[in-house]
């Protein structure tokens, strides 16, 4: 399944997809009553895609986000891949959806992409085993993990370089039936290949990275756990348009606009 967020005529709701996702004119939003979580309900009530807004599939009550998780990209920026996860908060309000602006900060200096597999929790666990990690997860989603790379070098800590408003866009949906073991992930700007990478690579993996997450903190429903991103990040200027792809999940665009 395919659950999105969404803006339609008569507000704002979750939302089942059918059809092709997007690229497909006929694919239609099932309207959902409540939330995704566990069974949902549906209200009866559909448009069109092309009728509605996406916005960004889930507000999570906190995105945790794994670093140098990627051998190549530690490399990149003369980095050692840590042996046990390294975690840093974005805060909720990062979180962005579909064709929504990232914001450059004035003052910043460089502001780069990172392209991301995300993991969506689906109910409250704390310590649980890699084992049973399936168990806890909705679902997947593309994760832009947007940095202020100058203040990720002057600070030591990632708060301020990660915490910006629009920080982290989320999108387009949530594939709730997916094997993410070994995925295709591509970055472009402006249409231009810079990340070309694969889930597969990932040195701590999906399991793993539930277990680990949930040994700290308790994960609600809806909290968002963001992967790591492969080499090739690289910034981002005003006027330009970032996207992301993730094989069985689908594009995650933003424009990029300066304050």
Request: hydrophobic share 40%; net charge negative; glycine share 12%.
């Amino acid at each position: 399944m395919r659950l999105a967020r969404i803006a339609h005529p008569g507000g704002v709701a979750f939302a089942s997809i059918e059809g092709d996702g997007g690229s497909d004119d006929a694919a239609q939003v099932l309207e959902i009553a409540e939330h995704p979580f566990g069974n949902p309900n549906f209200t009866g009530k559909r448009w069109p895609l092309a009728d509605v807004r996406l916005l960004a599939p889930i507000l999570p009550s906190k995105v945790i986000a794994v670093g140098r998780n990627y051998a190549k990209h530690a490399t990149e920026f003369g980095n050692e891949v840590p042996a046990d996860p390294m975690l840093f908060i974005k805060p909720s309000t990062t979180v962005i959806g579909p064709n929504a602006p990232i914001r450059r900060p004035r003052g910043v200096g460089r502001v780069d992409f990172e392209g991301e597999l995300a993991i969506v929790i689906g109910q409250p666990v704390k310590n649980v085993p890699a084992a049973r990690a399936a168990s806890a997860i909705l679902g997947y989603t593309v994760a832009n993990d947007v940095s202020a790379r100058d203040l990720q070098k002057a600070d030591g800590q990632w708060g301020r370089a990660k915490g910006f408003d629009t920080f982290c866009p989320l999108g387009p949906w949530i594939e709730t039936s997916l094997d993410a073991a070994d995925l295709a992930l591509k970055s472009e700007v402006d249409g231009v290949l810079k990340q070309d990478g694969r889930t597969s690579d990932l040195v701590h993996k999906i399991p793993e990275l539930v277990e680990f997450v949930s040994g700290v903190m308790t994960l609600l429903p809806g909290d968002v756990i963001l992967t790591g991103t492969p080499e090739g990040v690289g910034p981002i200027e005003d006027g330009q348009s970032v996207s992301i792809t993730i094989e069985g999940i689908g594009t995650l665009t933003n424009p990029v606009q300066d304050v």
